[in-house]
């Protein structure tokens, strides 16, 4: 800080007439300051700068008050003040000022410093404030009668500070980057840039700058953003805003950079962890039923991502030829199609929800199912399933005689009949009948031809359909050739059968027994 000093001299004089009591003079004013009475008062003032006509134009003011006469012997004082009138400090400022002839000094309020080297009173008074003053009171007694003056010049001396202010300022701009922690990759996330001068100087030519990583880029496909911010006075701040879209989840980390044009720059960086939901879909349900019988699916929903899967919509459609009689939860059917719809809300990762739905079919043929999932900013998954429906050849065998019991040396018909009591088609029945000894093979006829095979074997012709619903029979005659409780025996085997299915018809052979009786 620089001082500039500057001293002012000041030619005010303040006279006084000290008369012997009751006599008096008229006041004289001695000297070149401008000065005034005013009911007994004198008044002399000095101000700077020069020329200053009225005290209030005065930066520096000095001024004298005294009573425009005394009494020889007569304690009385007068006032010297130095004023600042300016609007700055002054400081380091000192007066000298001599005495009155013919005067004896009581008091000085406050004191001199000292003395300078022609006897004056030396005063260092420090500094007076901007708008503020400071005041020197001097008491004592006039000698002898006359004009008694306080010797002709008082001297002001001060330092006004003159300062050369120099600006030193440092450039410093800092780049915050925000980004919400977590973010659903369907949805835009918003990237916040706020470019801030924390420095002491304004950062002209600002430029902000953004590396986005792979996979990360702005809602227009860009993957690098600039901005010119331009001049930012400081404290002062500007923000940004881009739209961004991931193609895939993973945590990104975007990088900034802001510069300005003093070499001062700031980085940043921000981290969002993108998160998707990964559903899987399965359904399970035999491969092969039968027509008339329950067949129950089952559907199994997981979500394998690390986001919700919001708006989980599951959806079955199956072949019209089924019959759905009992489905889960809040699945529902449409009245007009085969399509079967669960709303399930929300699937948080690790979730899953198995789903439910049976019924049957009576009709032949594959009845096919397909299942899809869907939610929001999740892949589409769809499964399919095929159910093989098959009816069930239900044929019943009946054997039945037309007489029993049956005497030695007769004969016998069976009739052995063939009902598909089942859903579907026989095909290719074939009948073998075993006789029981004592029972002889006379003749057969029916659906198909009837061969002996040996003595008591019999063989069918294979039938090779019988439809469901429809009979076959055949007839069988047989003699009796030896008493007793004989077995018919039919064995049927088709193409859907693993074995034989056994049927037998019990028929009791007797031979008479003659009693002779004797007349008496």
């Excluded at 004089?13 to 005034?36: H, Q």
């Excluded at 300022?169 to 706020?194: F, G, K, S, T, Y």
Aim: charged share 20%; proline share 6%; with cysteine.
């Amino acid at each position: 800080m620089k001082h500039f000093a500057q001293c002012v001299l000041a030619a005010v004089v303040l006279a006084w007439a000290v008369v012997p009591a009751p006599a008096a003079e008229t006041s004289r004013f001695m000297g070149t300051a401008n000065y005034k009475e005013v009911k007994g008062n004198i008044y002399s003032w000095s101000g700077f700068p020069t020329p200053c006509p009225v005290p209030n134009n005065a930066l520096i003011l000095l001024e004298k008050q005294g009573p425009s006469e005394v009494i020889v012997g007569d304690t009385f004082s007068y006032q010297i003040q130095i004023s600042n009138r300016s609007e700055r400090d002054m400081i380091q400022i000192t007066m000298q000022d001599a005495l009155p002839e013919n005067f004896v000094v009581d008091n000085i309020e406050p004191a001199p410093s000292g003395t300078d080297e022609q006897g004056r009173n030396l005063w260092n008074l420090g500094t007076i404030p901007a708008k503020s003053a400071k005041r020197i009171t001097v008491t004592g007694r006039a000698t002898k009668v006359g004009c008694m003056a306080t010797n002709s010049l008082a001297r002001i001396c001060y330092e006004l500070p003159l300062p050369l202010a120099v600006r030193v300022v440092q450039c410093n701009v800092e780049l915050e980057l925000r980004l919400p922690p977590v973010a659903d990759m369907c949805e835009e996330m918003e990237l916040v840039m706020i470019a801030v001068n924390v420095g002491s100087g304004c950062a002209t030519g600002t430029r902000l700058r953004v590396q986005l990583p792979e996979g990360l880029t702005t809602t227009d496909g860009k993957s690098i953003i600039e901005i010119p911010v331009g001049d930012l006075p400081v404290k002062a701040q500007k923000a940004y805003t881009a739209k961004l879209r991931a193609e895939f989840p993973t945590s990104y980390t975007v990088e900034g950079c802001i510069t300005a044009d003093r070499d001062c720059y700031g980085t940043d960086t921000a981290t969002v962890d993108v998160v998707a939901p990964d559903l899987e879909l399965t359904a399970g349900a035999p491969a092969e039923g039968y027509i008339n019988t329950t067949v129950p699916y089952q559907i199994r929903v997981a979500n394998n991502g690390n986001g919700p899967a919001r708006n989980v919509i599951v959806t079955q459609t199956i072949d019209g030829k089924f019959k759905v009689t009992n489905i889960s939860g809040s699945g529902k059917m449409g009245a007009k199609d085969k399509r079967i719809v669960w709303n399930l809300g929300t699937i948080n990762p690790g979730e899953s929800c198995n789903l439910y739905v049976s019924g049957c079919g009576d009709i032949e043929g594959l009845v096919e199912s397909i299942f899809c999932v869907n939610a929001a900013c999740a892949e589409a998954k769809t499964a399919r399933h095929q159910l093989c429906l098959s009816g069930v050849a239900g044929v019943l065998t009946s054997v039945k005689d037309n007489c029993d019991p049956v005497q030695v040396g007769g004969t016998v018909t069976y009739t052995i009949t063939a009902s598909n009591t089942g859903s579907r088609s026989a095909h290719n029945l074939q009948y073998a009948i075993r006789l029981d000894e004592g029972m002889e093979y006379v003749s057969g006829a029916g659906a198909t031809a009837v061969t002996q095979k040996s003595g008591n074997a019999l063989v069918f012709a294979p039938l090779p359909v019988l439809a469901k619903g429809a009979t076959a029979t055949w007839q069988v005659t047989v003699r009796a050739v030896a008493p007793g409780d004989k077995r018919f025996t039919a064995d049927l085997i088709t193409a859907e059968l693993t074995s034989p299915v056994s049927k037998a018809e019990s028929t009791n052979f007797y031979e008479p027994i003659i009693q002779m009786v004797v007349a008496q």
